[in-house]
């Protein structure tokens, strides 16, 4: 298991604040979809920005 070192959600440019757990479990699912993607590999720092609407 990969060790998440922080993870932040921003929502309408505001930062959404979560205690270590909750970054651990947002942190470990986005790596976990990421790594499984055709030329991924050890990711270091993934970043994702979703439009919504």
């Known amino acids: ?4 070192k922080s993870a ?3 929502v309408n440019g505001k930062k959404v604040p979560m205690k270590g757990f909750v ?3 947002i942190g470990q699912a986005i790596v976990g979809m990421v790594s499984t993607l055709k030329g991924v590999a050890k990711p270091k720092k993934v970043e994702v920005k979703i439009l919504v609407g």
């Open 1 to 4: 298991m990969t060790k998440i």
């Open 8 to 10: 932040q959600v921003t």
């Open 23 to 25: 970054q651990d479990i």
